[in-house]
């Protein structure tokens, strides 16, 4: 008998199918957690994924305000390569063709989509091109609740309601948009978190999860998870609020700016301002900031349960085992630091984010280590793409921290990059300040803060300058951070004014040294020149 297999045929080879990616996402989350050593937070779920992955303990956002940020991350590019370097730039009008993080996943065989808070706004989702379906939403069975500014109670409604429509009756459709407006700064009602939109948008990504493996159960997944929470209004239901013990909050005693730091460093807390029932100048006394930061802490909570189901589901569909969860926030919070309240500056507090890693393959000696390895929210892109097998996109300016989950302890990047335009004469969303922020409250804060920069900086002020081309540049080295405010249009331009932290004897940034050490500003000076590629891994040489 002849067989009627051909003699040259090869054998079907076994095909592995590609890791799915969890991409959780938390807006304005500072290293507030149990993982990172904080005394306060309750967050189990995010230190349970800490204990068994590898947490970052010096990642650093490229600018810390949302669109920026995230357009960034999103892209594998830096603020000033995109051109996005306020929030209402939206990075595909910018750069029509550039390959985002998803979009590159979706290219390569990838179901790709996301719920919740992953792009700056609804309006800046990149819908058509990093996306490859809609949450399912058909699969919902809990309604969406759609409150006045998502509030729960009805007094916070209505008064969110009459604030907004005041502000635009008197400054058109774009108050709400520049900040104006604003209901209480925060909630605790006792209603289910599905409620509020982080805990619905977790259910809706956890019946999307499903609903992808049930029509594509070969296909892998690249699912996005952001949590809108901590990002004020901190709206959380009441039985987080009821975790904290208020008598056991602590607050900063670092309420002063640095010492001979950059006057136009620091805003005067506009953001939280904003908000109904917060003096809209002068000290946030400790009474209210203990409410406020009880309230920040609650959100934290909050989310950490949301991101707990999520884990949990994932396991129950018996996915965990090929799935790389990466989570991340797109920067850090000034919860009274340096005398303000919000994101939006060049320092540590504001600049430095949570980041963990969790990989099914990740080394047994790996899991539940931290690393001290300088590393970067732009660096996620080529990251995921090295551990999912993917070519990377030749645009990418960032470096692919696989290596470290082999072995946290390589020698890594020499500096980590972070910038933000004039903090102090520009709304927290870095636009330039509105005619309505002008004329309403903020008038005087703002005169105030802008005569103390004309005081320090004296001929070197320049109101064009400084209010629209002024960048404050931060490069956080394994010792220091060194902070150049210059014009931006002119990258060989001579720097206004330097700031130099030590954090091996001043980690909180509290001392301005610069001008007691010309000979490590020109140092480090010529090692910011070198760029963020002069400062990257060798890996040729990294032990």
Request: aromatic share 10%.
């Amino acid at each position: 008998m002849v067989s009627c297999k051909s003699q040259n045929e090869k054998p079907i080879e076994e095909t592995t199918k590609k890791p799915n990616i969890l991409f959780i996402a938390i807006d304005d989350l500072r290293p507030e957690l149990g993982a990172y050593g904080s005394e306060m937070a309750i967050t189990p779920n995010l230190d349970a994924i800490a204990s068994d992955g590898l947490l970052f303990e010096n990642a650093y956002c490229q600018q810390a305000i949302c669109s920026p940020s995230r357009a960034s991350l999103m892209t594998g590019a830096r603020p000033e390569t995109i051109s996005v370097i306020e929030n209402f730039t939206y990075f595909r009008d910018a750069n029509p063709d550039i390959i985002t993080l998803p979009q590159h996943f979706k290219q390569n065989g990838y179901e790709a989509t996301y719920t919740g808070k992953i792009y700056h706004k609804t309006g800046f989702a990149d819908g058509e091109l990093s996306w490859s379906r809609k949450p399912a939403y058909d699969k919902m069975t809990i309604e969406q609740s759609k409150t006045p500014g998502g509030f729960a109670l009805p007094e916070n409604q209505e008064m969110f309601r009459k604030n907004q429509a005041d502000m635009i009756a008197k400054y058109g459709p774009d108050a709400p948009r520049n900040g104006l407006g604003k209901g209480p700064a925060y909630e605790y009602a006792d209603v289910p978190d599905t409620f509020y939109e982080d805990g619905y948008n977790t259910e809706l990504a956890i019946v999307t999860m499903k609903d992808m493996v049930e029509k594509n159960p070969d296909k892998p997944f690249f699912l996005g998870l952001g949590m809108k929470k901590p990002h004020l209004d901190w709206l959380a239901p009441k039985k987080y609020w009821d975790l904290y013990n208020r008598d056991s909050i602590k607050l900063t005693t670092q309420t002063h700016a640095p010492k001979n730091g950059a006057a136009m460093g620091l805003h005067p807390s506009f953001e939280l301002r904003a908000r109904y029932g917060i003096p809209k100048k002068g000290a946030i006394d400790d009474e209210l900031a203990k409410t406020l930061k009880h309230a920040y802490l609650a959100s934290v909570s909050y989310i950490d349960a949301q991101i707990g189901k999520m884990i949990d589901a994932l396991e129950e569909a018996g996915l965990r085992d090929n799935t790389i969860i990466m989570v991340w926030s797109d920067h850090g919070w000034h919860l009274g630091e340096m005398g303000i309240w919000g994101k939006a500056t060049n320092y540590e507090i504001s600049a430095r984010v949570p980041l963990m890693i969790w990989t099914p393959d990740m080394p047994k000696e790996t899991r539940g280590k931290k690393t001290k390895a300088l590393v970067e929210l732009v660096d996620m892109y080529p990251t995921l793409c090295e551990l999912a097998g993917l070519d990377k996109p030749e645009h990418l300016e960032g470096q692919s921290f696989a290596p470290l989950v082999e072995d946290p302890n390589k020698s890594w990047k020499k500096a980590a990059f972070t910038q933000f335009p004039t903090p102090a004469l520009r709304e927290w969303a870095a636009n330039p300040l509105s005619k309505g922020m002008r004329e309403t409250y903020f008038g005087p804060l703002i005169e105030e803060v802008e005569g103390k920069i004309k005081d320090q900086q004296k001929d070197k002020w320049d109101r064009e300058l400084f209010e629209n081309y002024l960048m404050g540049y931060a490069m956080r080295t394994d010792r220091y951070r060194f902070i150049l405010w210059r014009d931006y249009r002119d990258p060989k331009a001579e720097p206004l004014f330097f700031e130099l932290y030590d954090h091996k004897t001043d980690p909180n940034e509290t001392v301005n040294i610069a001008d007691d050490n010309p000979e490590l500003v020109a140092e480090l000076l010529a090692q910011f020149n070198k760029g963020w590629q002069g400062n990257l891994a060798d890996m040729a040489n990294t032990k």
